[in-house]
């Protein structure tokens, strides 16, 4: 078998509710990865591309949070509708902007939303 030429990593860690930084998979009912893997097939990209369950890929705050290896393509907020748009995207060599995460998010203390979101646990838990 060849190697893979990209891995899309989805992330499915669940947290307890009410953390401070939430989570991907909530209830632990997430479809995406199931999602993918079809889409994978129905675009004949199954034996390119591998769909894999990721644990928490410190993107909480944009989550369902999902990348792309080799080329570190960083999707947020991906619900089940987006699923073919991005493997459709991944077949033509585009990515999906209105999904990206901004660079400046990544990995990133300063990010607006991580700041958003803790601000709003504290306010919440006073
Ligand atoms: S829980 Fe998904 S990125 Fe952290």
Same mark, same amino acid.
């Given at each position: 078998? &060849?190697?893979?030429?990209?891995?899309?990593?989805?992330?499915? =860690?669940?947290?307890?509710? %009410? !953390?401070?930084?939430?989570?991907? =998979?909530?209830? =632990?009912?997430? +479809? #995406? *990865?199931?999602?993918?893997?079809?889409?994978?097939? +129905?675009?004949?990209?199954?034996?390119?591309?591998? &769909?894999?369950? $990721?644990?928490?890929?410190?993107?909480?705050? !944009?989550?369902?949070? /999902?990348?792309?290896?080799?080329?570190? *393509?960083?999707? %947020?907020? /991906?619900?089940?509708?987006?699923?073919?748009? *991005? /493997?459709?995207?991944? $077949?033509?060599?585009?990515? /999906?902007?209105?999904?990206?995460?901004?660079?400046?998010? *990544? =990995?990133?203390? $300063?990010?607006? !939303?991580?700041?958003?979101? #803790?601000?709003?646990?504290?306010?919440?838990?006073?």
């Amino acid at each position: 078998m &060849a190697k893979y030429k990209h891995h899309i990593f989805i992330c499915q =860690n669940t947290r307890e509710s %009410g !953390h401070p930084r939430g989570c991907c =998979n909530p209830e =632990n009912k997430s +479809q #995406l *990865i199931k999602l993918f893997k079809e889409s994978l097939t +129905q675009y004949g990209l199954k034996d390119s591309v591998r &769909a894999n369950k $990721s644990g928490c890929l410190d993107q909480c705050e !944009h989550g369902p949070t /999902v990348v792309i290896y080799p080329e570190a *393509i960083w999707y %947020g907020g /991906v619900k089940e509708a987006d699923v073919e748009e *991005i /493997v459709k995207s991944l $077949s033509e060599g585009r990515t /999906v902007e209105r999904l990206q995460i901004k660079d400046s998010c *990544i =990995n990133s203390a $300063s990010c607006e !939303h991580r700041k958003e979101k #803790l601000k709003n646990f504290r306010v919440h838990k006073m």
